[in-house]
T-cell receptor, first 113, second 112 residues
Framework: EPEVTQTPSHQVTQMGQEVILRCVPI?????FYWYRQILGQKVEFLVS????????KSEIFDDQFSVERPDGSNFTLKIRSTKLEDSAMYFC???????????FGPGTRLLVL | GEDVEQSLFLSVREGDSSVINCTYT??????LYWYKQEPGAGLQLLTY?????DMKQDQRLTVLLNKKDKHLSLRIADTQTGDSAIYFC????????????FGTGTRLKVLA
């Protein structure tokens, strides 16, 4: 069964450093998303992406964040200058034109020290 | 704004039924989902229901939707210790391009 994959599974970084979280969505999907979950809290929407542009973004998704689909298979989330409060689990998701659900990846746990 | 609320904790005995409740505010929600999250793990889709349905059954899981009250529930029959996890409900206008709004999560503890 096709699945969304994410790399790395864990990342530790120093405050102020840039990080890039990578996702490979399901191959025929057209809609892509990033969510995050701070430890012990609910899952929060960050951004949705379609047709090579951002469809919607939340208040969390400020100028420090960017997304890109650099080729036909990867979808990346970049945090330019990480803050302590960026520590969270980041989930990528994708959906297709005939899907009834979004498919979530296993997540990348980011720890900012 | 859009909001999805759940009770924080539920404790049941093994073999009993569990009922996890969820309320949402967006009356235009079309899809409602239940996800399970085990400690340190990702999101496992359990089931979903369309807003034009009242009930959906899938093996041990029964979803009830009261659209008038914007209330969603998940009933787990014959609850097992392996069902211990956090359960999130989520709502969306559509899975194709629209965000999910997740609830606060209910931590289910199953006592042997």
């Amino acid at each position: 069964e096709p699945e969304v994959t994410q790399t790395p599974s864990h990342q530790v970084t120093q405050m102020g450093q840039e990080v890039i979280l990578r996702c490979v969505p399901i191959s025929n999907h057209l809609y892509f998303y990033w969510y995050r979950q701070i430890l012990g809290q609910k899952v929060e929407f960050l951004v949705s992406f379609y047709n090579n542009e951002i469809s919607e973004k939340s208040e969390i998704f400020d100028d420090q964040f960017s997304v890109e689909r650099p080729d036909g298979s990867n979808f990346t989330l970049k945090i330019r200058s990480t803050k302590l409060e960026d520590s969270a689990m980041y989930f990528c998701a994708s959906s297709g034109t005939s899907e009834e659900t979004q498919y979530f990846g296993p997540g990348t746990r980011l720890l900012v020290l | 704004g859009e909001d999805v609320e759940q009770s924080l904790f539920l404790s049941v005995r093994e073999g009993d039924s569990s009922v996890i409740n969820c309320t949402y505010t967006d009356s235009s929600s079309t899809y409602l989902y239940w996800y399970k999250q085990e400690p340190g793990a990702g999101l496992q889709l359990l089931t979903y229901i369309f807003s034009n349905m009242d009930m959906k059954q899938d093996q041990r899981l029964t979803v009830l939707l009261n659209k008038k009250d914007k209330h969603l529930s998940l009933r787990i029959a014959d609850t097992q210790t392996g069902d211990s996890a956090i359960y999130f409900c989520a709502e969306s206008h559509s899975p194709r391009g629209y965000k999910y709004i997740f609830g606060t999560g209910t931590r289910l503890k199953v006592l042997a």
